[in-house]
């Protein structure tokens, strides 16, 4: 909405489930990488709330073009040019391109994940939030039933002890 209100174009996709993840992540991979040939978009940076702990959410950025964290850094070490590792059968570009598209469509499947996971840990925040409420409200509902059936037993021994004074004596 803030988008819209702002005049800025955006382009929207379906709500991520499970069970259309992969399409839909195919879709934003094909958008993005298009834009990225068409030189509309530079870097691509995905932020996402990550789940740190069931209790604490962080927002983070992944850096999805260039991949600068796809290989860590104990497989870059000790080779000085990487064509002189690798055996090419493809044409570079072409290699390049679908290595940078399965990377994509795995870090942000990795990010929905994660997203989701955070989704539902905030849910369960909530849930265990609205659990200890209701505990309050039995404490206070057990609380309230005592004190009602004690003034109801204290209200029916005064009106037998009264009656009994109240009735003539033999």
Request: glycine letters at 4%.
């Amino acid at each position: 909405g803030k988008l819209k209100n702002e005049g800025i174009p955006y382009t929207m996709f379906p709500g991520v489930k499970i069970q259309n993840m992969v399409d839909i992540v195919t879709q934003i991979k094909d958008f993005v990488l298009q834009k990225v040939l068409d030189k509309e978009f530079g870097k691509v940076i995905c932020v996402f709330a990550y789940p740190e702990s069931i209790s604490k959410q962080e927002v983070r950025a992944l850096t999805l073009i260039p991949a600068e964290n796809a290989y860590p850094e104990e497989m870059k070490a000790g080779i000085e040019d990487p064509k002189e590792e690798v055996f090419i059968e493809s044409e570079l570009d072409d290699l390049m391109m679908h290595l940078n598209e399965l990377w994509m469509i795995s870090k942000l499947i990795q990010t929905f994940q994660d997203h989701k996971m955070s989704e539902g840990a905030a849910q369960a925040m909530q849930l265990d939030g609205n659990l200890e409420n209701l505990m309050d409200y039995e404490k206070k509902l057990k609380m309230s039933f005592v004190k009602t059936r004690r003034e109801i037993i204290d209200t029916s021994l005064r009106e037998t002890v009264s009656a009994m004074m109240a009735a003539p004596q033999h």
